[in-house]
């Protein structure tokens, strides 16, 4: 079935440094979404990505979409500590069922 | 606005017992998702709705699990009997709707019931 890999799991970074998380997929999607779940809360939406090659920003996020759709990544730049929580990309395969997500990359960030 | 509701927010019970997580979507959304999260498992689907109809169930355990959604302002996650591997934060999550393409596909996550079976 398809699979959602996401490195690294863990990443720990001063404060002001950049962070970047990996998403892999064993199938084709037709779409990615990125999710931030801070501790003890809830996976909240950060954005979708359709397009080939899509690269979208929010602020200091960056996140593109891979040519083939089969890989995504989420840049942060100049990490604050309100960055800290878990990262989810989450993959929809071109069957159009569910969505699969990848196991996350918690970020913790030093002042 | 309210976002999707559960309940109980924390649920204490021991081995054997019928436990029942309740979620109420997002009005106007058409599909309801449950899942399971655990350090181990990550975030598991267990079950999907569209319009009130199960879709895809193929993530639940084991035929301990049951899910209903009798309308489209409830749904149910039951676990009958519980055991101690079932303790985890179960979420539900809605969206307007799931139809590919259709622009609603972001999922919006109640805050958790967080089960606990000893």
């Known amino acids: 079935g398809q699979q959602v890999m996401q490195i690294p799991q863990y990443q720990h970074v001063q404060e002001g440094e950049d962070f970047t998380t990996y998403c892999n997929s064993s199938?084709?999607?037709?779409?990615i979404q990125w999710y931030k779940q801070r501790p003890g809360g809830h996976p909240v939406f950060l954005i979708q990505l359709v397009k080939s090659g899509e690269v979208k920003k929010q602020k200091r996020l960056t996140f593109q979409f891979g040519e083939a759709k089969k890989n995504s990544s989420l840049h942060i730049t100049a990490t604050q500590t309100t960055d800290v929580g878990t990262y989810f990309c989450?993959?929809?395969?071109?069957?159009?069922?569910?969505?699969?997500f990848g196991k996350g990359t918690t970020l913790s960030v030093s002042s | 606005d309210a976002g999707v509701i559960q309940s109980p927010r924390h649920e204490v019970t021991e081995m054997g017992q019928e436990v029942t997580l309740r979620c109420k979507p997002i009005s106007g959304h058409n599909s309801l998702f449950w899942y399971r999260q655990t350090m181990m498992r990550g975030l598991e689907l267990l079950i999907y709705f569209n319009n009130n109809v199960p879709i895809d169930d193929s993530g639940m355990p084991e035929d301990r699990f049951s899910a209903k959604m009798p309308n489209a302002s409830f749904s149910t996650l039951k676990i009958q009997p519980s055991e101690p591997r079932d303790s985890a934060v179960y979420f539900c999550a809605s969206s307007l709707s799931w139809l590919k393409g259709a622009g609603g596909e972001t999922q919006y996550f109640g805050p958790g019931t967080r089960l606990l079976v000893l």
């Open positions: 199938t084709t999607l037709s779409n």
């Open positions: 989450a993959g929809r395969d071109q069957a159009g069922t569910a969505l699969i």
